[in-house]
Structure formats: C-alpha cells, structure tokens
C-alpha cells in the first residue's frame, strides 16, 4: 500500500521527467517564447496635398459651393476649420467629417476680397499626425 508521501513524489518528481522523456521521443521540441519586435514609431513626413489649389471667383448673391478635399493623409483627417481671417457674409465653411474634405457653401451678400487660412490636422497613431495650413483667396464680385 502506497503513502500519500510517495504519491505526492510521484506527481511532483516523475510526472515532469515522464512527460520531458515522451516529448524526446516523440520529437517535439520544448516550446521557447517568441519576442515581438519593438515597434518603431516614426513622424509621417508626407505633405499633405489640398485641393482645389485656389478657390473660384463668385458672385454676389449667386449661390457658391466648393468642395476642398484633403490626400495624401495617412490617417484620417480629424478636423479643418478656418484658423485666421473671416468668411464673406452668406458663405459658410463645414468640416465634412468621416470625408477628409470641408465645404465653403452660401450664397455671398458682400462684394470684396477675403483672405481665410485654413487648419488642417490628421489623427496620429503614436505620434502626431499631419497637419497643414493653407491660405486662400475668395474674391466675391458684384
């Protein structure tokens, strides 16, 4: 008849030498961990690229609608809006979210020339992402 202190033996001191020898045997190799590379994280040095280069010239009391499209992002755009200068009376800038793209829609009331600059930044993934400001011109005439 057999003690609790063999047992307790044969499952702490046999069992693992019995299951390192079935291993040997039947070729399996002991399993090491894998080390994950580091990441490497780097600032994104494209320039991102916004069109139309300039805006159109409107008219006074005509209906204007431009669409000015971000690429060359490497993430999305997380907003653009007008960071100096002021819009014409009637004009409304929108951020076209989920678009990379913003909208310059109204009809003008004003005649005049207006200088806006508009900001732009992307979403970064470990480090900042991109960003840009950009000027335009918008001549509104009668």
Do not use: H
């Not at 690229?49 to 669409?67: A, C, I, R, W």
């Not at 999305?76 to 979210?97: C, H, K, R, W, Y």
């Amino acid at each position: 008849m057999r003690t609790p202190k063999r047992t307790t033996i044969f499952v702490w001191v046999l069992l693992p030498v019995l299951s390192l020898a079935c291993a040997t045997l039947t070729g399996s190799a002991p399993v090491t961990p894998t080390l994950e590379p580091e990441p490497d994280f780097k600032p994104v040095t494209t320039p991102l690229l916004v069109t139309p280069e300039s805006l159109p010239v409107v008219q006074m009391g005509v209906m204007y609608d431009v669409k000015i499209q971000v690429t060359q992002n490497v993430t999305p755009v997380g907003d653009i809006s007008i960071q100096a200068g002021e819009l014409p009376a009637g004009l409304e800038f929108i951020f076209l979210d989920g678009e990379d793209a913003a909208q310059l829609i109204g009809i003008p009331e004003e005649v005049g020339e207006f200088e806006v600059t508009i900001f732009i930044w992307c979403f970064g993934t470990q480090v900042s992402g991109q960003t840009l400001a950009q000027k335009y011109q918008i001549i509104v005439k009668e």
